[in-house]
C-alpha cells in the first residue's frame, strides 16, 4: 500500500494526511470547508497540471512536489 500512496504527487498525499488528521478533530461543516481551502490551492500547482497530462496522454505520471 505503501508503493501505492508514495507514487501519488507529494502535495497530494500531504494534504490527504492533513485533511484526514484535521476531519477526525473537526466537526464536519469545518471539515468540508478546509477540504475545499486545500483543493483549492493545488489548481495552480505543476503536479496537477503533470497529472492531467499524464492521463491524457496515458502514461504515469512525474509529480515534483510542486
Known sequence: M???IAKNAPLTVQGIKQVLNFTSEREAALSLDAVALWNSAFF???D???A???F???REPVF???
Request: no cysteine; aromatic share 0%.
Open 48 to 50: 496537477l497540471q503533470e
Open 52 to 54: 492531467i497530462g499524464a
Open 44 to 46: 495552480p500547482s505543476e
Open 2 to 4: 505503501a508503493a501505492r
Open 64 to 66: 515534483k512536489g510542486r
Open 56 to 58: 491524457m496522454e496515458k
